[in-house]
């Protein structure tokens, strides 16, 4: 069973304390039209940089993306890059209390991606391979444990950068015992004997093949290499395992697989934050481990179809589950209207263009999915505004609709290009523009542009009006007369 709308929900009272290597993720990105002469390289044409939270300051900030409460603990240096983060993660204070030891002479950490339109060219890496100093170590362990009474779980998120040395790792996991709180691992090292007494560790396929040099291919192959840790080292197995989705493998119970979430992978950067983010806060917040485990592989699907690092939201989740359930007569398709805003919102953040469109859908029918695919084409995220049974009957007739908004909602949300769906009672969608603020408003070409409700909204922010071909002779109106018509004989 899917996560409910009160599980989600429930996230906002979690506490999660995110010990482990903060970094900076910087992506360059551009068009590449030709290589260069000098060597067989392209050349980019840069168009955009940005810079977002990476490492354990990513979990921190996915963490405060679905709605819980982060504590951060890590290691930079005194540099520019260290401000750089300070400033991503100030925008995010209300939510992420940082803890961030500076360590003179150590870089902070900077992974620089190269983007050449949607592919990642080349990444660059800057770093100190070593460990942190003793004086260092102090000052991180004085801060997890001052921190651990105040969470419900502690998260270690080890990139193998040198803050996480086997003297802290034995400290926040002797924290974690002594405040009776559950430690959850991402783990990156090879030897994980350090994680033991850890509750749970969170590996993708590669990190545990060479974590038991097993082979982890099959299910049983898995299985197998997850017993290995299991006996050794005592803490339960959630693998990631790309396509093929998640796996979980607990002492003495039957594995647990779900499918992948994915609608279409964009960029796996950052992704097992947030599976390790999600994880963490679900069970910090009271949720059995297996309800932890279905909201972090939403949450990854999610990510992994957004540009370079990213987050998940409460709206997000709560659209992605209820298009993920196909059953008739469920009300979960439609979204209330404020967790439709903040769900645009959060898709503008990710420079994605958020196209709206309309209409009663009563019946739906060839001329329907065409409008449909033609709006998708048209921006890359599709919100539906469907009328309300109420406001069906005014304009169509007491006779109408056919089927209710909760059917019609449900068969919207499970449409392939549709990525929300609300309900709207009034003649037309115009408050619903006003809410929304699309960046694309989409309407059929039998309606000219000044008659299109909110059109003029979405000019003045710079939006586009998108009239889009219909498919002549299809209706719902004619559907429902051809179903009344005997057949000839």
């Not at 240096?77 to 400033?87: N, V, W, Y």
């Not at 800057?126 to 779980?153: F, N, Q, S, Y």
């Not at 002779?473 to 057949?487: A, N």
Request: net charge negative; proline share 4%.
């Amino acid at each position: 069973m899917s996560p409910t709308k009160d599980q989600i929900a429930q996230l906002a009272g979690g506490r999660v304390l995110v010990v482990g290597d903060v970094m900076v993720d910087h992506y360059v990105s551009g068009r590449v039209s030709r290589v260069s002469d000098e060597a067989p390289v392209p050349i980019i044409h840069v168009g955009e940089e940005r810079w977002t939270a990476g490492g354990a300051a990513n979990v921190a900030a996915n963490v405060a993306a679905l709605g819980g409460k982060a504590m951060l603990v890590g290691v930079t240096g005194g540099d520019a890059a260290a401000s750089t983060l300070a400033g991503l993660l100030s925008d995010l204070a209300s939510s992420i209390e940082t803890h961030l030891v500076t360590e003179p002479g150590r870089p902070t950490t900077i992974k620089t991606r190269y983007m050449g339109g949607q592919h990642q060219i080349v990444r660059v890496d800057r770093e100190h391979p070593g460990a942190i100093g003793k004086a260092t170590e102090d000052r991180v362990i004085a801060a997890v444990e001052m921190l651990a009474d105040d969470c419900d779980a502690i998260m270690i998120s080890d990139y193998a950068k040198g803050a996480l040395t086997d003297r802290v790792l034995a400290a926040i996991i002797a924290a974690g015992k002594k405040a009776g709180v559950p430690v959850i691992v991402d783990p990156k090292r090879n030897d994980w004997l350090a994680y033991r007494g850890a509750a749970i560790i969170t590996p993708n396929r590669k990190e545990l093949q060479l974590a038991t040099h097993a082979p982890c291919g099959s299910d049983a192959e898995c299985a197998n290499a997850a017993e290995q840790i299991i006996s050794t080292v005592g803490a339960a197995i959630l693998l990631t395992r790309s396509e093929h989705g998640m796996s979980l493998f607990r002492s003495g119970e039957q594995p647990l697989h779900l499918a992948a979430k994915a609608r279409e992978v964009f960029d796996v950067s950052g992704a097992g934050d947030t599976v390790a983010a999600a994880v963490s806060l679900g069970i910090a917040s009271g949720l059995p481990v297996e309800t932890a485990m279905q909201l972090a592989n939403v949450a990854a699907g999610i990510v992994v179809a957004k540009r370079g690092t990213a987050t998940a939201t409460p709206a997000e989740l709560l659209a992605e589950i209820g298009a993920g359930r196909r059953q008739a007569g469920s009300a979960t398709g439609a979204l209330p209207l404020a967790e439709a805003r903040k769900l645009r919102e959060a898709w503008g953040r990710e420079g994605l263009s958020v196209g709206f469109t309309n209409g009663c859908f009563d019946i739906l029918h060839a001329g329907h999915i065409a409008l449909l695919r033609q709006a998708s084409d048209a921006c890359d995220r599709l919100i539906v505004g469907l009328n309300t049974d109420a406001s069906v009957r005014g304009l169509k007739g007491p006779e109408r609709p056919v089927q209710s908004e909760d059917v019609r909602a449900a068969v919207m949300a499970a449409i392939k290009g549709v990525d929300a769906v609300i309900l709207f009672g009034e003649a037309t969608p115009l408050e619903v523009v006003r809410e929304l603020q699309p960046d694309v408003l989409i309407k059929g070409a039998d309606y000219a542009e000044d008659q299109i409700a909110g059109a003029d909204v979405v000019r003045a922010r710079g939006g586009r009006i998108v009239r889009v071909t219909l498919v002549e002779g299809q209706s719902t109106t004619k559907v429902i007369e051809k179903s009344r018509t005997p057949p000839n004989g």
